[in-house]
């Protein structure tokens, strides 16, 4: 049976990488003494699968891995078994069950929902000559969003690739401080840091990729037509 | 929640700034009151240090004193050191982020001489003076422990104390006297003084080192009548008297040592004559089998890892090993725990544990023979014979391995060409006993055999601290004669042969068994931004050979020369156990290539049974 387990990554471990997360968990699940599947061979280990890769440095309330276990107790009790041996600032939020069949955390996520904003101390206003303020700066992104073109560059291992990726932003929210977006990762990966790089160049204004960072809020997987959260595909045990 | 000493785009510019973030499972909460604050640390990068079971000993029994709290630090990777020089960082330590240098006490772990460069970088980046003449009330005091305390003369001038032996002992009585101290309002150096009285402490800075006119060391001279003239070095007599880790530190990234470590014992009864560790660590002290299985119970649970070694000099040794291996055999395979067994004599047990626990086809079998030939196996009192190591191999050719690698040194005392060309004889006669023993039929392509040679370095508190070195050209020359050996070899398609570096081996041999004279050359190149010495892509053997030359020092005095046996050594005056005629007895036995027995079977006599303990007549625990 598989279990979905979500958790956050806040403070300072956002700076531990996606792969350390990976063994991180497979020493906590054992000092919670889950009863996992193991595979086969020398070196068995946990069958474990997670969502999207989170990028060095950036936070999220929504992380999600996938887990073979041979036996469950109730989902509350599992949930504060994990957080008795949590590190601070990754919380077990939920231990759901998931249903024969359903896809991995990994190849399942649909959409994102997320929260881009300046690092402390690394905001642009009143820093970098050319600026608007603050408020001016995250208000003229709606503009920016509503045209039809929305064109990102991305620099990746054969040079710089421009995407148009419009179709894939389902909705926005300019915020006081904060840039929302909630994208469809599916055929692309929309990182909204990319969006508001873009918009800063739209106004030909730098914008150091340092300075942003994303708080992932959800994600999402579509069944039926419909997005549910990767948490309520599970069931509460 | 907790705040970085760094900002967010520098880390965000490190490498692995995991590294400097702390937080990791086991490490204390620094927010509980102490009146004593700590900070331990290994001078080399995180990954390197957080392997250290020591420190993790220390760490532990530290935070478990009352009103004491340990924090930890490692020198910061050459990408941070360039940020935190730039923007004037202060050094910080892990659990609390706060600077170093507001700490009571930095403890510094000595493991190998090649990290000497960045105790600088440490003390230099938390803003604390280099010498420790230079330093106030507002520094912490500096203590060095380890290994290379045994002869700490080369840095003596950059610590405030060392602690002799091990750290189990006296930390307690330390810090009851800075207490008392501190309430009196004593000075720093008043402090030292008496700390220097405690049993295991020696404080450089209340000696004076006296020299002949030909440079060579006359005595080392207490500064005070009340001062010890001999500082002898603290051991545990009752290893399953004190209480093992329970809760170690789990790094979140990977480091060397990445699973849990299980000391069975500490010392060791071979009394190889090159091998410091075996000197100092004497006399053996098992540890007992419940004590073993239940702390591994408690470990395996509290890290969760997948993976248990059980550390010592010499696993095999250890009388309880097939117990404590088939109980954790017993109990853990089926959950998927590895067992790791490093340093194990090759023999019928240890391959039948180690083809449960790993995979023989990309696993490979480690001799280390040390020398060539049986002659020169003997001159440093290596038990391993030629039979030893065909019984073992052809066992595991049977047992389906087919790699093995042999362990050599080169440049050793009376070493003969025979002797070097003997190690490609025996990697040669080790592939062939494959073909002998494993048939056609089973064979998975040809054998594997790495050998690989250091250069032997004299190091204190040996029976070979008399040895000379040799130069570079002539290490060289004796490394490429094993090399033409082994291409000649027979089976030369189925060796491998390296070598370490040859410089590095000098620079090594220099500062181990250096004098104070030294500091001055080390302080240069630091200066000149030499650090990380022990990583070969940082290490530059100019910058040493030009502060030699600017500090007016002969490098070559130091390990030229065959050293007289009634020469005084700069660390006479620590005590390591073992008595200085039982190592001349063992130097000459080495000339005359004669074999000593193991502490098992019969008391060679070194000295360390005054300890009254382990593995020696006469101890009572
Ligand atoms: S077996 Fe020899 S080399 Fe190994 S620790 Fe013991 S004395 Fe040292
Ligand atoms: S006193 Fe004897 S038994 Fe004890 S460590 Fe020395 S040689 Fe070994």
Redesign the pocket.
């Known amino acids: 049976m598989k279990v979905r387990v979500k958790f956050t990554k806040t403070g300072p471990v956002k700076f531990i990488g996606h792969l350390d997360v990976m063994r991180y968990f497979q020493k906590a699940l054992r000092r919670a003494d889950f009863s996992m599947k193991l595979t086969e061979g020398f070196s068995p280990h946990p069958v474990m699968s997670f969502a999207a890769p989170l990028a060095l440095g950036d936070t999220s309330e929504c992380e999600y891995m996938d887990v073979e276990l041979l036996s469950v107790t109730h989902s509350d009790r599992m949930r504060d078994e994990l957080n008795a041996v949590m590190a601070e600032g990754i919380e077990v939020l939920s231990v759901r069950l998931l249903p024969e069949g359903a896809k991995n955390a990994m190849s399942s996520t649909a959409v994102i929902d997320s929260r881009v904003r300046f690092r402390q101390g690394m905001e642009p206003f009143g820093r970098i000559p050319g600026y608007p303020d603050r408020e001016a700066f995250f208000s003229g992104i709606n503009d920016f969003l509503l045209s039809d073109e929305v064109t990102i560059v991305k620099t990746g291992k054969k040079g710089e690739i421009r995407k148009n990726v419009k179709p894939f932003i389902r909705s926005w929210i300019s915020e006081t401080d904060a840039f929302f977006l909630s994208a469809d990762v599916r055929e692309t990966f929309v990182n909204p840091k990319h969006i508001l790089q873009a918009y800063a160049s739209s106004l030909e204004l730098d914008l150091d990729p340092l300075s942003l960072t994303s708080h992932r809020v959800e994600l999402y997987t579509e069944i039926d037509g419909s997005m549910i959260t990767l948490e309520d595909v599970g069931q509460v045990f | 929640m907790r705040t970085c000493a760094l900002s967010e785009d520098i880390l965000l510019t490190v490498e692995k700034p995991a590294r400097y973030i702390g937080g990791e499972i086991g490490s204390i909460d620094p927010a509980a009151g102490a009146d004593v604050r700590f900070c331990m640390c290994f001078p080399d990068v995180y990954e390197v240090g957080m392997s250290h079971l020591g420190i993790q000993i220390l760490y532990d029994h530290l935070n478990h004193m009352p009103g004491v709290s340990c924090e930890r630090v490692y020198s910061p990777w050459t990408d941070l050191d360039r940020i935190m020089r730039e923007r004037k960082i202060p050094l910080f330590a892990l659990e609390s982020q706060r600077p170093v240098k507001d700490f009571d006490f930095l403890g510094i772990t000595l493991q190998y001489e090649m990290c000497y460069t960045n105790i600088l970088q440490i003390l230099d980046l938390s803003g604390i003076p280099l010498a420790a003449a230079d330093r106030s009330l507002d520094d912490p005091v500096v203590i060095g422990g380890g290994p290379c305390t045994y002869n700490p003369e080369p840095i003596a001038e950059f610590f405030d104390l060392f602690y002799i032996g091990e750290g189990e002992t006296r930390y307690a009585a330390l810090i009851a006297l800075y207490r008392t101290c501190r309430s009196q309002g004593k000075s720093r150096e008043e402090f030292i003084r008496e700390a220097g009285k405690l049993p295991g402490i020696y404080a450089p800075g209340l000696y004076e080192p006296m020299y002949h006119d030909d440079g060579t060391f006359r005595e080392m001279r207490p500064l005070y009548d009340d001062v010890p003239r001999m500082i002898r070095k603290e051991i545990v007599r009752d290893l399953s008297g004190v209480q093992y880790i329970e809760h170690p530190i789990i790094p979140f990234i990977q480091t060397i040592q990445d699973r849990v470590t299980l000391e069975v014992m500490r010392g060791?009864?071979?009394?190889?004559r090159?091998?410091q560790?075996?000197q100092v660590y004497k006399p053996v002290r098992e540890r007992d089998i419940g004590y073993l299985k239940r702390a591994a119970d408690t470990l395996l649970k509290n890290t969760g890892y997948d993976e248990i070694t059980l550390s010592s000099?010499?696993s095999s040794d250890y009388s309880g090993l097939a117990e404590i291996v088939n109980y954790l055999i017993d109990h853990y395979k089926e959950k998927g725990v590895n067992i790791s067994l490093p340093?194990l004599r090759i023999d019928a047990f240890s391959l039948d544990v180690m083809s449960q626990v790993q995979d023989i086809k990309k696993s490979s079998l480690t001799f280390?023979p040390?020398a060539g030939t049986q002659r020169m196996r003997n001159v440093i009192n290596?038990g391993l014979t030629e039979d030893d190591i065909f019984r073992g191999s052809a066992a595991a050719f049977e047992g389906g391995w087919n790699k093995v690698k042999l362990y050599f040194m080169l440049g050793l005392p009376g070493e003969t060409e025979e002797d070097m060309r003997g190690i490609a004889e025996l990697a040669d006669a080790v592939a062939d006993l494959y073909f002998d023993t494993v048939p056609k039929e089973k064979r998975q392509g040809k054998p594997q055999i790495t050998a690989s040679s250091s250069f032997f370095i004299p190091k204190p508190f040996t029976a070979l601290q008399w040895a000379r070195m040799y130069p570079k050209e002539e290490y060289l020359r004796r490394a490429h004669l094993v090399k033409d050996a082994v291409r000649a070899a027979h089976h030369t398609k189925c060796i491998r042969y390296m070598y370490h570096e040859a410089d590095v081996a000098i620079i090594e041999g220099v500062l181990a068994r250096g004098d104070r004279k030294l500091s001055a050359v080390i302080r240069k190149v630091y200066e000149a931004g030499g650090i990380y010495d022990a990583w070969r892509e940082h290490y530059c053997d100019e910058r040493w050979m030009k502060a030699f030359s600017d500090c007016g020092i002969d490098p070559g005095f130091y390990i030229y020369r065959e050293r007289p046996l009634d020469e005084v050594f700069p660390w006479d005056h620590l005590d390591a156990g073992v008595t200085k005629e039982y190592l001349i007895r063992e130097w000459k036995q080495a000339m005359r290539a004669a074999v000593t027995p193991n502490c098992r079977e019969a008391c060679a006599g070194c000295g360390a049974a005054s300890f009254g303990c382990g593995v020696c007549p006469g101890a009572a625990c």
Do not use: D, Q, V, W
């Open positions: 060791c009864i071979r009394g190889c090159f091998c560790a075996g000099l010499s340093s280390a040390e290596k």
